[in-house]
């Protein structure tokens, strides 16, 4: 099995950075793509970034291109979500997910994805 743990969520003003961590432990050589979902109030949840485990491919949602970058370090099995200049439609509650199927983009349905951590709230004040 594996466990992923968010950290660094909280209450950030407009305009600032956050920096969410996402630890992952168990059988983490399986894992291949990791990403991070966000689900606001009401809505669906979608996938915010993700990236491969050679940290070579990459998926970022528009709305947050330029703003927001996603890394990984796999010698601390810990996939990074640095968010510049976030905005109050940022509000959401964070996930980190893994998929442990080879892919060459990264999977953009829920069902795809194995494994998820418990969430982290992120709200941005205007």
């Known amino acids: 099995q594996v466990r992923l743990v968010e950290s660094g969520g909280g209450l950030v003003q407009a305009g600032g950075s956050l920096r969410l961590s996402c630890a992952a432990s168990?059988?983490?050589?399986?894992?291949?793509?990791m990403g991070w979902f966000r689900q606001a109030l009401g809505k669906e949840r979608e996938l915010v970034a993700a990236i491969s485990w050679s940290g070579g491919s990459t998926y970022v949602l528009d709305s947050v291109k330029g703003r927001f970058t996603i890394s990984r370090d796999n010698a601390k099995k810990t996939v990074f979500l640095q968010m510049n200049s976030p905005k109050p439609e940022d509000t959401a509650v964070y996930y980190c997910?893994?998929?442990?199927?080879?892919?060459?983009?990264?999977?953009?349905?829920?069902?795809?994805?194995?494994?998820w951590g418990q969430g982290t709230q992120v709200t941005v004040s205007s």
């Open positions: 168990g059988f983490t050589s399986r894992l291949n793509w």
């Open positions: 997910a893994a998929d442990s199927e080879t892919r060459i983009r990264a999977p953009q349905t829920l069902g795809d994805w194995d494994y």
